[in-house]
């Protein structure tokens, strides 16, 4: 069945038949008329209702434009439609009164044009501000899902000493997670560093290496601090504390306990591993590796990592462990943390041999792999499409 969508109006149209079709997930009735151009698309018809609608949540601009992953957006509107769904881009804000408002992607015109649809069918997260999720507006919005049980993936950012405590309870994952604290105050810290020599320094709330660093402590209890773009030396863990506390303590810092990588040509390297959800439970998209170039602290692209395929490192040992970290990973994300449609991980292997999970990311970024990618927006549309229920 064609939709079309009067802007005027603000309203969604049939021009096919005069049956009773209705719209989104609170079955909004489609009134027939005669089409007179605007956006249009094709779209399924279920027990009498169109769809599906797809609702993408995310954050607006004071000036209309969208934030966050907008190519993503794009090429979900585009790979739906090829489907014959619909899929809407809003903010928190734009839902109420049994309506959302936000923007969709009008191909033939390439722009995004603004809208007003009922109620999604499932919505995917994808708010790409922490502070957004913490906000009123995005609690009333996540409660009105629930209250039309509208199904609703990847529910919030990860912390990464809550992600610890939930995984340090499972017997597979306990043992791949370096030991990790929460950096609260100053002795806690200084002790963790006396025992491990060497700690990573993350917040809390972070992905793509972002306000990293590496802490060490020499024999003369001097201390060096490094970043992917600098160092710093302090005569004691006293100053070094004095200088960098009000950032630690501001953006909620962990420290990890130092992990010794494997090395490919003498760097680096890690897994980078997007998992999806399916029927048969979760499950790899691909897996990709990652390898520092110019510092071996971290191994992300825009602190100077680069790409090499898993086919440079693969054996059965290694895809027999990224299927069962795949599994295990996404039956206790969901089960402690709301429902994950997809997920990526960062892990790697230690120069003993050992297995180790670096962090998992609840809002992936694309991933370099045309195939990974590819495939990622394949399996997004099938769980998308499964959950709405067409």
Known sequence: MKLWYDP???????DETQEL???G???????????????????KVKDGNAGPLIGILASMSPQGTILGNTSLFTVLQKQAIARSGLTIVFPPEGTGNGSITG??????????????????HVVYNRVPLRKTEKSLAFREATALFEEWQIPFFNPSFIDKFDLY??????????????????????????????????VYLKPSLSSRGSGLYLLRRHSDSSIELESPA???????????????????????????????????????????????DSPEGYKVTGVGIRRAQTQNLTTHVPKGGIILPY??????????????????????????????GEFSIDAGI???????????????????ETEIENARIEKLLDLMFRKSGF
Not at 103 to 120: A, E, G, H, I, S
Not at 168 to 192: A, C, G, W
Not at 312 to 339: C, N, P, Q, W
């Open 165 to 198: 405590e939930i995984f340090s309870k499972n017997p597979f994952l306990e043992l791949l997670l370096p030991e990790t604290i929460r950096v609260d105050e100053p002795k806690t810290l200084k002790d963790f560093l006396v025992h491990h020599k060497g």
């Open 8 to 14: 005027w109006q603000e309203l969604w149209h049939q």
């Open 230 to 276: 600098a160092k710093w030396s302090y005569p004691s863990f006293e100053h070094f504390w004095d200088s960098k506390k009000e950032g630690l303590l501001k953006r909620n810092y962990i420290a990890q306990a130092e992990v010794v990588p494997a090395k490919i040509d003498g760097k680096r390297f890690d897994f980078r591993i997007h998992i999806h």
């Open 350 to 368: 230690t120069e003993s041999g050992n297995y180790v999970l670096y962090e998992v990311n609840s809002k992936p970024m694309a991933f370099d």
């Open 21 to 23: 079709v209705t719209f």
């Open 311 to 340: 086919e440079k490192v693969r054996t059965m040992e290694h895809d027999l462990f990224i299927k069962k970290l795949a599994r295990e990973a996404g039956s206790l994300l969901s089960r402690h943390m709301g429902y994950f």
């Open 25 to 43: 997930s609170n079955r909004v009735r489609l009134p027939s008329r005669q089409a007179e151009g605007g956006f249009s698309a094709e779209v």
């Open 103 to 120: 923007c969709m992607f009008d191909l033939k015109r390439n722009r995004w044009l603004p809208v007003c649809t009922p109620l999604p």
